[in-house]
């Protein structure tokens, strides 16, 4: 059984009674010492297991009051009057926290299943049951499921709580673990109501916080859009029907409950991650091994912090050697153009925080925000696919959960950011055409445009209408294409695709957040061979081959296996080697979960915002309108305009 921690609760003080010992002379009164009550959970008490020693001797004289005579030893009894007591019942019990949940949970109550049976249908049938239970897919689906049980009570059975319904308050009371509140999860208090209304409104309401629980286990506690509105990863949520059917038969509740997390490897090594922090004792200081702000650091200067800056940036150096050497300057410019900073070599408080990385104490929140996107991915990601880590700028491809291939990426800017996609990979294209995508026409080129007609002259773009009498701005094949030599294409609603890219140096940097929203590729024709001997049947080209093919003919190759390909936003993630790695929050998405999970938005957190298809539609119109005056003009100078609009 999952282990959970219940809030400790103010325990009285129980008077004990006098015992009369009867005996053949006057005694006085025994007095004996009485402990504090332990806690309690829904009004019953909480036994912790734990075997109980007896107070020393003294221990107990010391607790007897000074005016107490002592006792006479009771009058022997014959061996056949005194058998040995029975062993008590085996008690129900949380085996992590050692919570015995029989003296909580394990009682009866004063109605039976028969009574509690007409409540549940009134409460049911009733036109008030909108309010009870206010998601109306989990409303219809209690409403089939109890009506088809005769409106039998489904955590309740011949009096007592099941030990399924044991198991699911314990887990909705261990929400955290799963890097969820268990307050979004209430749990009646069985341990307290009595009565046939009671009774049926508890199970009623159990029923609801479980729905929810394995709702937001499998596709997250926050609605996608809530976050960014440029999310595609498809609907997987789990029918509230087949919920219901599942956990009613289930012989194990607490799998069939974790059996709605995500099954992927990544997932499972963040919540074992989540599970090792929460349970690590706080020792160490909270900024123990931290490189501490303070003025900016000037190369030939002397500070404090420079051996704790060597040792952070692996160089040598005498631990009272406080001298901002070359040595430690090259190493910090070398630092900051990774980072994408300006390579100044003053050490300043932003390199700093560069250095250290994210505070301990943030590192929780983080986790908790990746389990989230983890679960609006599809659960089955495929046998072979393609993960997109866009804050850390690498790209790997899976074949049966086996990594065979990575590289390093180059992401959408914080203004422009790569969108969370997950799609089918469909072709690879060789020599491509670049079709600009509505955003950039609508950004870049158009108000350029207003004040220059000539500009599509200069960038060496074509204005085609296509077979659906879509007007469509192209760029032809060639060195100056922007998307390089070959592009690896997925279909999507946000027009992104990964492709090559003339600019190598960008992969020098470590922060690499350079597009439009497009993902570039460092070695686009490896990539190219590894997708295509997945994804084809038969021989492939390999990567020199591919070369070959490089020229003005556009040559596709439509994939027939067609890999899936995930855009994902790992800030948080654990290696095949149990490292855990902390990203850049790039475009700020960990921290709105956790603005949203700390606000009044938290109340709908779970429902999507209304969106605005006419939006949209009407952008296209207003851009096809203006592109219909544009003729269509050769190439004169496109190197200008892509150098600036792809930097």
Sequence with gaps: MRAFRFDRMLAGTVLAAAVAVPSLSPAAPRVETVYPAPPSLNGRVIRHHEPVEAPPAATRAQAQPREAAPLPPPAPQPAATRPEPAPAPAREADTKSGIDLSGALDRMFSASDAQITPKLKEFVTSKQFD????????????????????????????????????????????????????????????????????????????????????????????????????????????????????????????????????????????????????????SAEPDQGRIPDGPAIHFGKKDARVPALRDRLGLRGHADDTTYDKTLYNAVRALQYRKGMKPTGIVDNRTIAAINGPKPGDIVARIRANMERWRWLPRNLGSTYVMVNIPDYTLKVVHDGRQVWTTKIVSGKPQTPTPLVSAPMQHIIVNPSWYVPQSIIQNELLPLYASDPQIFDRMGLE????????????????????LGRI?????????????????????????????????????????????????????????????????????????????????????????????????????????????????????????????????????????????????????????????????
Excluded at 463 to 482: C, E
Aim: proline share 7%; aromatic share 8%.
């Design 463 to 482: 204005v085609k209408q296509g077979p659906d009498g879509h007007i469509n701005v192209v760029q032809p094949p060639g060195a100056a294409n922007a």
């Design 131 to 282: 309010k009870r239970v206010e998601r109306p897919a989990d409303r219809r689906a209690i409403e089939v499921f109890y009506a088809a049980r005769g409106y039998a009570p489904l955590w309740i059975r011949d009096g007592r709580l099941t030990t399924q319904a044991k198991t699911a308050i314990v887990t909705l009371k261990s929400a955290a673990d799963d890097g969820l509140d268990a307050a979004d999860y209430p749990v009646p208090e069985f341990g307290t109501i009595n009565g046939a209304d009671a009774l049926a409104a508890g199970d009623l309401r159990l029923t609801e916080s479980v729905l929810t629980y394995t709702r937001h286990l499998a596709v997250g506690r926050i609605a996608p859009t809530r976050v960014s509105a440029e999310v595609e990863y498809g609907d997987h949520t789990p029918d509230p029907d087949d919920v219901l059917k599942k956990l009613a038969g289930a012989t194990d509740m607490a799998a069939a409950i974790e059996g709605y997390n995500p099954p992927s490897q990544g997932f499972r090594a963040l919540k074992a991650k989540l599970a090792e922090l929460r349970g690590a004792k706080a």
């Design 487 to 647: 592009k690896f294409a997925f279909p999507n609603k946000f027009q992104v695709y990964l492709h090559d890219t003339p600019e190598k140096k960008l992969f020098g940097y470590d922060r690499r957040a350079f597009s439009h929203g497009c993902m570039r590729v460092e070695d686009p024709t490896k990539f190219g061979e590894v997708m295509l001997s997945l994804a084809m049947a038969g021989p492939t080209p390999n990567e020199k081959q591919l070369d070959r093919m490089f020229g003005q003919d556009e040559k596709t190759f439509n994939l027939q296996k067609q890999p899936m390909v995930h855009l994902t936003y790992q800030t948080v993630y654990i290696d095949d080697a149990g490292k855990m790695h902390v990203d850049e929050d790039l475009y700020g998405f960990d921290a709105r979960i956790h603005s949203i999970l700390h606000s009044d938005e938290r109340r709908v957190a779970d429902v999507a915002p209304p969106q605005d298809p006419k939006r949209d539609l009407s952008t296209d119109k207003a851009n096809q309108e203006i592109l219909r005056r544009v003729e269509r003009r050769e190439a004169q100078n496109p190197f200008a305009f892509f150098d600036k609009l792809f930097r």
